[in-house]
């Protein structure tokens, strides 16, 4: 669609797709990471009885701005002991597979990076990159606090990686369909056909699947949490125990890197949430472009649908971070493979069945 | 083949975000398993018991702040009764009456700390900063009477150097009256947080035996479940004119003796200090805070030793004079130190994350271990 | 709860020459002043015996006594000859509720101590702080080295009454 409108605007293939694929991530991705840094601060700072960052700008609002300048101009230290290319190399990994996945989240009717058939599989292949940049990280920083971080967020991301694919086969099963476009556009309508509500069924199968859909949300919101290392689950980088983990010896624009990646990540990961289970960029109530009759309203409206319900997300993302203590390894491996997967599978088993009624 | 496995060893070193003060623990692992704590003290000695011994007895006072400063009115008011025994002084009951007060909202103050720091060493940050706003106002209700925030220099052999401000008792009553519910929120926020109870319920056990033969003391001793408090058992000023609990761990969330009773028995202290501190505030007597103090303090040939409940254990204070104006010696039995023998045996088989909720269990202070 | 000259008889009748004495001439504690090499034995009679049951060491310090004599050699440096030095034990029941102090003196050239670490633990770090601070050495102990002070600090023991700092150690100034 935007590559369709780009393309009888310019005429030009390349020009088009390159535009495109440039989109999300200037327009949309880097402005989201600067704001949620800012955010995080203020979020956390209210919640602790205080005020956070006030004198920069109004309230606060230029920090990032400060935090940046900052960051570029910091010395970038390099250890001599270390394996130079791996370690100039993994903030690089870790950082394309946060925004490698943004290619394939909708975030408006009109808009895709790319309409491809594999959607949600693609974003957590592609995520799955991270794990390899975040070992590289913790090898080659030769430092025993660093390895010591980097296996188990290894052993972390790849245990609950589990939990997350079994709820999203839940729902592919559901719906008969892996695009993230496709997905969107079946909960349409009123936001009693949102996934979470039952999905767009009728009669005693939509009553059924209320209550294991809600599990399934519930479920996957704490799988992928571990996924992008917050807390409950911020083990590989336990500021108390390891001091920063694996990402203790980078220093300047490489650790801005590995910042920035975080906070694209926990939107990806929200996004995902809410295109699943809470309507994608569709509206609860129905389009006001619709309604006046100015259809080009409609796509920017769901586009503000779905920013506010990635925003929501990870919103709450940042409340459990200052809520909650942190797992041991231990209770965390056993969280996942005792209790988050057998509860997948008994889901999926029950969503199939209820589908073949 | 066999596979080859080595130990890993570990240093936790003098810098470290958690280790509450500079101390080097030299980690034995086997993969995230300890073998052996080896604790490497020292960083922070300042030799204070030789110092002492060229200052006059009065001077010594502010050398004993410094040791423990998260708890410097006790350390004051052990050496203060200590020497008032040696030289056989009585002072004004207002006098005792203020030092008890001071000293238990340096109690409440030093729990505050440890109870925030352990909170953000397990990974919740909130508790932190909801526990050190209520230090502020201890600190302010501190700094109106003498001066000073942390290291005060207050309590005087045979009196205090300041009598009480003006506002001091209206302030103390607003904020026993804010304290109880900000109790109540911390208890919901951390105390009885399932993730902080998988933590540190079973979690480093200390027998009791174990306890007593190593001489541990204070809310370490009382989370073992032995009712020993020197306030009642050992009785110093005017402790026996108030009423008050000892709390002791009862192994509610696991076993007897694990981290979640020592830190709840220091939630509770809190509670019980906060009881005598509403009744001694209630009752001062009037007086001259500062008649009793003497000109020249040469105590007679001979020793003594004392020892007072300080918000971490038994603190001593082993006093030999010979006659003149300078302490022939001066001896400080810190209880960290003792707690820092007896922490390689608690950690041996948990894991690294274990270490840290072990280590922010026990509450130590390195200004106190190294002196 | 047994006063000190009861546990003092107590003793005297078990062990004989090792108790030297009872002094409670200076005030505020009377102490006993026990065999340096026997203290082990005493000590472990102490924390059994039925009626007596100290088991809880609360302190163990040393002292410098001072009393050798004062040599000031020609660059006024002033050292002490002979005298002692002594190691005081304070011990209590938790049972009982009793106190004691014990005192063991030795000399100031060659001190040895017998340890009682295998007594109560807890007097593991107190004898390895003696030994740091006054060069108190405690015969069959475990572990005796440096605790407070750097572990190669060669320069004597810092609670002496004649201890010096060195000019420089480690490359370092050590007067500041």
Known sequence: MMYDWLFSLTGNEILAMFIVSLLPLFAFILPFALIAVLAERKVSAHMQDRLGPMRVGYHGILQTVADIIKLLQKEDLVATATDKTLFNFAPLLVFMGSYAAFAAIPFSGFFIGSKIDLG????????????????????????????????????????????????????????????????SEIQTAYFWNWLIFGGPFFGLQKLLLIPLMILSCLIIYTSTLAEVNRTPFDIPEAESELVSGYHTEYSGMKFAMFFLAEYANMFAVSAIVAILFFGGYQSPFGYLGNSLGWSWLVPVEQFF????????????????????????????????????????????????????? | MALKTEEMVLNMGPQHPSTHGVLRLELQLDGEIIIDVVPHIGYLHRCFEKHCEAMT???????????????????????????????????????????????????????????????????????????????????????ITCGARLLYNYIWIGGLSHDLHPDFIRLTKEFIKDFRPNLKELNDLLSFNQIFIERTANVGVLPLETAINYGVS???????????????????????????????????????GD????????????????????????????GDVTSAIPKRIKPPEGQIYTRVENPRGELGYFIISDGSLNPARVKVRAPSFVTMQVFSELCKGWMVADVVAILGSVDIVLGEIDR | M??????????????????IELKTDKPLEPFILVNRLEVDKICLFLRDERDLLFDSLMNLSGVDDANGEKIKDETGLETINGGTLSVYYHLESTNLRHKLTLKTSTEREKPEVV?????????????????????????????LRRILMPYDWEFGYPLRKDYKNPEFYQGMKVPY
């Not at chain 1, 209770?331 to 005792?338: D, E, G, I």
């Not at chain 1, 599978?345 to 969503?351: D, E, G, N, P, W």
């Not at chain 2, 203060?80 to 109690?107: D, H």
């Open chain 1, 120 to 183: 949600i599989i693609f974003i957590v292949g592609v995520t799955g990159l991270v794990v390899a940049g975040i070992l590289m990280a913790g090898w080659a920083s030769n430092n025993k606090y660093s390895l010591l971080g980097a296996m188990r967020a290894a052993a972390q991301i790849i245990s609950y990686e589990i939990p997350t694919l079994l709820i999203i086969l839940t729902i592919v099963v559901l719906t008969g369909t892996l695009s993230l476009y496709d997905l």
């Open chain 1, 305 to 357: 649908w779905f920013t506010a319900k990635g925003l929501f997300f990870v919103f709450v993302q940042m409340w459990l971070r200052w809520t909650l203590p942190r797992f041991r390894v231990d209770q965390l491996m056993a969280f996942c493979w005792k209790y988050l997967i057998p509860f997948s599978f008994v889901i999926l088993l029950i969503v199939g069945l209820i589908t073949l009624m």
């Open chain 2, 57 to 143: 007895y009065p001077q010594v006072i502010p050398y004993t702040d410094r040791m423990d400063y998260l708890a410097s009115m006790y350390n004051e008011f052990g050496y203060a009764v200590a020497m008032e025994r040696l030289l056989k002084i009585e002072v004004p009951e207002r006098v005792e009456y203020i030092r008890v007060i001071m000293g238990e909202l340096q109690r409440i103050a030093s729990h505050l700390v440890a109870l925030g720091t352990y909170g953000a060493d397990i990974g919740a940050f909130t508790p932190f900063l909801f526990c050190f706003r209520d230090r502020e106002r201890i600190l302010h209700l501190f700094e």
């Open chain 2, 218 to 256: 204070g809310p370490n001793l009382r989370g073992s479940g032995f009712k020993w408090d020197l306030r009642k058992d050992d009785p110093y000023s005017v402790y026996n004119k108030f009423d008050y609990d000892i709390p002791i761990g009862t192994g509610e969330k696991g076993k007897v």
């Open chain 2, 259 to 286: 981290c979640w009773d020592r830190y709840f028995v220091r939630v509770k202290e809190m509670e019980e200090s906060l009881k005598i501190v509403e009744q001694a505030i209630d009752t001062i007597p009037d």
């Open chain 3, 2 to 19: 047994k006063t000190a000259e009861e546990i003092f008889n107590k003793l005297k009748e078990k062990f004989g020459s090792s108790i």
């Open chain 3, 115 to 143: 340890t009682v670490t295998e007594i109560w633990k807890g007097a593991n770090w107190h004898e390895r702080e003696a030994y740091d601070m006054y060069g108190v050495v405690f015969l069959n102990h475990p572990d």
